[in-house]
């Protein structure tokens, strides 16, 4: 994946992970993600430091699709420290999330969100949705070369 665009998928309901992985896969972009399952894994692999257990890629994701509704680390958070870090501070990241209100789409724009998604209840539609997500940040989008980014 060295040098192609991937999506940061950071989701803690497996139900919910498979799927986006299944809508991801069936659009073509199944081999373009990598999963986070908390807060603290996804920080992980965004940190420049090498104590990430498993192979990264050499580039930073495309987008990071991240759930609020986190164990160990809440989503808002994870953004938060998305944003002060200089080499993630530009990443794109889209708040996927069951439950919203007003407040917290408010609080998520306010830490530098770039789109804020209700995830759908019916099957169909949250699978659609997942898909044009991931077209959408993987095929339209114009992303600042990597030495822009850090």
Same mark, same amino acid.
């Given at each position: ?11 803690? =309901? ?12 069936? $659009?073509?972009? $199944?081999?373009?993600?990598?999963? +986070? /399952? =908390? $807060? !603290? ?6 940190? +420049?430091? #090498? #104590? @990430?257990?498993?192979?990264? &890629? ?9 759930? &609020? =509704?986190?164990?160990? !680390? #809440? $989503?808002?958070?994870?953004? /938060?420290? !998305?944003? +002060? ?23 998520? @724009? /306010? ?8 995830? &759908? /209840? =019916? ?7 997942? +898909?044009?997500?991931?077209? @959408? ?6 992303? &600042? #070369? ?5």
């Amino acid at each position: 994946m060295a040098g192609s665009s991937y999506v940061l998928l950071v989701e803690g =309901d497996p139900a919910h992970e498979a799927r986006i992985l299944a809508a991801l896969r069936e $659009g073509g972009f $199944g081999n373009r993600v990598v999963v +986070a /399952r =908390d $807060g !603290i894994e996804a920080l992980a692999f965004l940190s +420049a430091a #090498d #104590d @990430y257990p498993a192979p990264r &890629p050499a580039s930073q994701p495309a987008v990071v699709l991240l759930d &609020p =509704d986190l164990p160990r !680390i #809440d $989503g808002l958070e994870v953004l /938060r420290r !998305i944003r +002060a870090e200089v080499r993630t501070s530009l990443l794109p990241v889209v708040m996927f999330a069951s439950a919203c209100t007003p407040e917290d789409i408010r609080e998520a @724009y /306010r830490l530098g969100a770039n789109s804020y998604v209700r995830k &759908p /209840r =019916d099957e169909r539609e949250f699978e659609r949705a997942s +898909a044009l997500i991931a077209r @959408y940040w993987l095929g339209l989008n114009e992303q &600042p #070369d990597e030495a822009i980014r850090f």
